[in-house]
């Protein structure tokens, strides 16, 4: 069966710091393009930010640039999304995905495979 789980979601103070993780069992994440996408109360899902396969090619939601990193260990099977200087409007479930091949990889509808989420809250 193939399955996603993210982990690393928290409560952070704002311009704090969290690292999340994507794990993959049943599959190996080697052949997928992973994405990250989050989706606060009342709002639709977005993407955050996203990997290829070969970790050679990497995409940003212009709201997350430069404050957040996406990265993946192979061997590991994990993809990780490293989220500094967080503000409140960053408070959201994260969500990981994978699929074979992405062309818009930041938008939702390109994924096949989804995890369960991870809840990340911001405040004071």
């Known amino acids: 069966q193939l399955q996603l789980v993210e982990s690393g979601g928290g409560l952070v103070q704002p311009g704090g710091s969290l690292r999340l993780s994507c794990t993959a069992s049943?599959?190996?994440?080697?052949?997928?393009?992973i994405g990250w996408f989050r989706q606060a109360p009342g709002k639709e899902r977005e993407g955050v930010s996203c990997?290829?396969?070969?970790?050679?090619?990497?995409d940003y939601a212009v709201f997350v640039k430069g404050r957040f990193t996406i990265s993946r260990d192979n061997a590991k099977n994990t993809v990780y999304l490293q989220m500094n200087s967080l503000k409140v409007e960053d408070a959201a479930v994260y969500f990981c995905?994978?699929?074979?091949?992405?062309?818009?990889?930041?938008?939702?509808?390109?994924?096949?495979?989804w995890g369960q989420g991870t809840q990340v809250t911001v405040s004071s």
């Open positions: 990997i290829s396969s070969s970790g050679g090619s990497t």
């Open positions: 995905a994978a699929v074979r091949v992405a062309r818009d990889c930041l938008h939702p509808r390109e994924y096949d495979y």
């Open positions: 049943g599959f190996t994440l080697d052949y997928y393009a």
